[in-house]
């Protein structure tokens, strides 16, 4: 079983000179992965966490596999990180994103990361080309491409794993939430009040969220006119070009294509605007915008705009969001869609919202999950029958109400709805997992086939999704579909030849779930 490929190359870390010393960031992506940013909530260690065999003598029988309690999913690569906070990558190593040297081209079996000493992984995110993460010490550890300094670090072609380089200001921030797109990386963060001795104090109640992003921004996906690019994170702003005003406070972000999305304080609600590449219909559907610099409020198509989002996710050319409201109700349409920031007035909320809590506190009245989604339907992700390349929000006619969690990616949106992951959208290399690969467009949730327990959680790369399945009382294991080319499904497959019993044509394409292999 050939699971490696090998090249002659080394780690480049040659230093190009930036266009830009210091320079605010925001939000952006350019590829099929997206997902909402990461939040970084503890990792409780279960029996059987760590590597594969380590579960109990009193465990159920169960598929040997990467045991993980979160994966991610780029363009063409996978990771994932354990309850030890050991992360393992497997796939295309092209840019490094591996976090292993560049004469290893690809892998198809999971290889460590060999993170700074002492650092320990709590949640990761996965862009086209590099992956992040945040730890137990609420700071940020990123590797892979670098070209427009999403790592954090001064632009060079690749960098291995280390600490993104914090700017004066927020060298006491605590970093809670984290996401990465195509070209760049974002993060939410708090930033501790600071006593009079001059030691930081822990988060308060008093204290909100702010949002700071660096990397590419050829499409104003920081919220910027000022460069193309920025190395350091800095704070997105509601100034002119972004550079100069208040800085938002954010409760949700996502990343999609070279677009941003956050669901933003305007006054008093908390809104869901977008900016960057206007092309595909997600920040407006005006074909003839241009690149977005200043958060625009994404439009309903009854004319109002989303308030009060609980979940958010974007995939390249399309996102959704969950607003919970009461049984068989629409959520109410906001009015003065761009209104100005006003006072601070009250805090985010830092709890994480909670998607099974099928009551309200005003009484007990039962609410369900209202799904909206936008941008291009042409492969019917947006769970809708019609076709076309710009749609503005609406509830979906499939699936108007649900409880479970939002999963967007590529081409694709599913929900995890009790334990059972469906999917709909692209599925030409068999990212729905339905068993075969098809150009159609799947505009009906369907189970994603091969799945093997309770799914927990997932994530969806440019054209492979993978997801966390407890396959024995508390065991998870990683599983992966779609394609496979550069071995980012995780199972050992011979990179030089796919799998010898399909056809040609579909050689690299495993159209339903399988577990990625034991650490090698």
Not at 151 to 165: E, F, I, M, Y
Not at 408 to 426: E, I, M, N, Q, Y
Not at 432 to 457: I, K, M, W
Request: aromatic share 4%; hydrophobic share 40%.
């Amino acid at each position: 079983m050939i699971a490696v490929r090998k090249r002659p190359s080394l780690w480049l870390l040659s230093l190009v000179p930036s266009a830009l010393a210091f320079v605010s960031c925001a939000l952006s992506a350019d590829s099929d992965f997206g997902g909402g940013i990461a939040d970084g909530g503890p990792v409780v260690p279960s029996p059987g966490f760590g590597d594969a065999g380590d579960a109990g003598a009193d465990a159920a029988p169960a598929p040997l596999g990467l045991v993980a309690t979160q994966v991610v999913t780029g363009d063409r690569h996978s990771c994932a990180v354990n309850a030890a906070g050991v992360v393992y990558c497997w796939g295309d190593n092209d840019h490094g994103q591996l976090g292993l040297p560049l004469d290893t081209a690809a892998v198809s079996v999971p290889r460590r990361v060999e993170l700074p000493e002492g650092v320990r992984a709590v949640r990761l995110a996965a862009g086209a080309s590099h992956t992040c993460a945040l730890t137990d010490r609420k700071n940020l550890v990123c590797w892979g491409k670098n070209d427009r300094g999403q790592l954090g670090r001064p632009a060079s072609a690749t960098a291995p794993p280390d600490p993104v380089v914090l700017p004066s200001a927020l060298t006491t921030a605590a970093f809670v939430a984290l996401g990465t797109g195509r070209g760049h990386t974002c993060a939410l963060y708090v930033q501790p009040q600071v006593g009079d001795a001059g030691e930081a104090d822990a988060a308060s109640a008093d204290e909100v969220l702010r949002m700071a992003c660096w990397g590419d921004n050829t499409q104003a996906q920081l919220a910027r006119d000022d460069g193309p690019f920025a190395e350091l994170p800095a704070d997105v702003r509601r100034g002119a070009g972004g550079t100069s005003g208040p800085s938002v406070v954010a409760r949700l972000a996502a990343l999609a294509g070279d677009v941003s999305i956050a669901s933003l304080r305007v006054g008093d609600v908390y809104r869901v605007q977008a900016w960057g590449d206007t092309s595909r219909g997600v920040v407006t559907t005006d074909p003839d915008a241009g690149p977005r610099v200043a958060p625009l409020s994404v439009q309903r198509a009854d004319g109002g705009t989303i308030e009060d989002a609980v979940q958010l996710q974007a995939g390249l050319g399309h996102a959704c969001v969950a607003v919970r409201v009461p049984a068989d109700a629409e959520p109410d349409a906001g009015d003065d869609p761009d209104a100005a920031v006003g006072p601070e007035g009250p805090d985010a909320d830092l709890a994480d919202a909670d998607p099974a809590d099928a009551t309200t506190a005003d009484g007990g009245a039962p609410t369900v999950l209202k799904l909206l989604c936008w941008g291009g339907n042409e492969s019917g992700q947006l769970a809708r029958d019609t076709v076309s390349d710009r749609e503005l929000a609406d509830p979906t006619l499939g699936d108007p109400a649900f409880e479970g969690e939002l999963v967007v990616g590529g081409r694709v949106t599913c929900l995890l709805d009790g334990a059972t992951l469906r999917c709909a959208g692209a599925n030409e290399h068999g990212q729905l997992g339905r068993g075969v690969a098809d150009t159609a467009p799947h505009p009906t949730f369907a189970p994603v086939l091969g799945l093997e327990g309770s799914v927990r959680s997932a994530a969806l790369g440019a054209q492979h999704g993978c997801a966390v399945v407890e396959v024995a009382a508390g065991r998870q294991q990683v599983a992966c579909w779609g394609d496979n080319e550069m071995g980012q499904l995780g199972d050992g497959i011979s990179l030089g030849g796919g799998y010898a019993d399909a056809a040609p044509a579909e050689s690299y394409r495993r159209a339903r779930a399988g577990f990625v292999v034991p650490v090698d």
